[in-house]
């Protein structure tokens, strides 16, 4: 079980640093960042990963399953 995070861990790493290239990419970016913005750039994040399958559930807010299901109002 423990050798599959390797191959997990490495498509992880390739797909960060495809969207690290692809906000290098864009002018609009390259303007706003900085030096050290730069240079604490890494493909080794995690933050955006849910690999334990815990979720949060906020009870004060309300699903949009009418709008999901049908579609946006034509």
Known sequence: MA???????????????????????????NKQLSAADRRGLTALFWSHLNLYGRFELDMNRHLELDTAVAGPPQ
């Not at 790493?13 to 970016?29: E, G, S």
């Open 3 to 29: 050798l599959a995070l390797h191959p997990l861990a490495a498509a992880i790493t390739y797909l960060n640093t495809h969207l690290i290239q692809m906000v290098l990419r864009d002018p609009a970016w």
